[in-house]
């Protein structure tokens, strides 16, 4: 059940008994008659008679009457006949007594049958996103297994002739894959199901067999690179050549060139190349694309008022920026400053930021102006 965390329910969850099930007791101690206790102070105690113990899994043998108490721990059933606990810490007690050094009143202490949830109420509507809590209430109502909306297979290609996985030494020209296991660790965040689909080659023929074949087992596609402008961005071609695509410059920085296409009812994102692009396309795109396929209702980030410790510059261009940044919260609220350089290939900045500050075309944010941020966590 565990597992169902991030996951939206796709059915109604009813209570089939109340929660708690029995009346019990919240504290250890005695349970009592109240009306036995109504003189008790410190300075006059008033003693009965422990005619037996109740343990949290037990039942009582016996019914308690006038004069007596029963010694019962936390979360077991209150006897028949008690209609109040007494705290041990105000008592004194033996084997066979116990002085109460305080009156308490009717229902002292009991948690009653059905406070929490009663038989019959609906306790999760279709559309609740599952939380460990939720978790907690579904077991508490005996749900080992609810319906859920799936999780997406989210498959993840690199294209490029310039890229190597693992450890081996890099040749001229060559550089490491690390968009693919950073897309696939952006889908599991998002909480769909990455599917490794590899590297492709800047190769028509082979980035066209790959698409066709991997549609199917996945809900969605996502390749970074090839999208461009560049002699050998062949995603671009593949994905018009089959057919429903739409490539486009989006006017913002990083993240400008991006296809998308659906491929037998299949969405496939063509995110760029560059590494912080690929993740700021990711962010801005795909990741509400597949939050929605989840049944979330919270598909975007959230997005914060900070203010800047320090100028975020820009150059106007028509676009917005995404700049990498660090926000920490004040007793004035929210703060921000740059997480480092900004290049689309700079990806330590990336992974030192923790929130994306959007800037509208013009000059950029100067010491103390409020700035907004898309928090990426
Ligand atoms: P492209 O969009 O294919 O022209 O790639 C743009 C830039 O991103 C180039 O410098 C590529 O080498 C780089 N790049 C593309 N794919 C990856 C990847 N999977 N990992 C790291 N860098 C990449
Ligand atoms: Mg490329």
Known sequence: MADAVGLVLA????????????ANTAMDGFAVRFADLASASAAAPVTLAVVGTVAAGAVADRALEAGQAMRIMTGAPMPDGADAVIMVELTESDDDTVRCNASVPEGNHIRRAGDDLEAGTVVFEPGT???????GVLSSVGRAHVLVHRRPRIGVFSTGDELVVGPVPLEPGQIRDSNRPQLLALVAEAGAEPVDLGVLR????????????????????????G???????????????????????VAIKPAKPLAFGVLLGTPIFGLPGNPVSSAVSFELFARPAIRMMMGRSDTQRTHEWAIADEALGRARDGKTHFQRVVLSQQSDGWHVRSAGGQGSHQLAALAAANGLAVLPDGDGASVGDRVRVMLLS
């Open 227 to 249: 999208v461009s402008m560049g002699d050998f961005d062949f995603v671009k071609q593949v994905l018009s050549s089959l057919g429903d695509l739409t490539w486009m410059q």
């Open 129 to 135: 996103t599952i939380g460990p809590a939720h978790v």
């Open 202 to 225: 800047d190769d028509h023929d082979e980035i066209d067999a790959a698409l066709r074949s991997a549609v199917g087992g996945c809900d969605a596609l996502i390749t970074s690179g």
């Open 11 to 22: 059915e109604e969850v009813v209570a089939p008994e109340a929660i708690p099930p029995f």
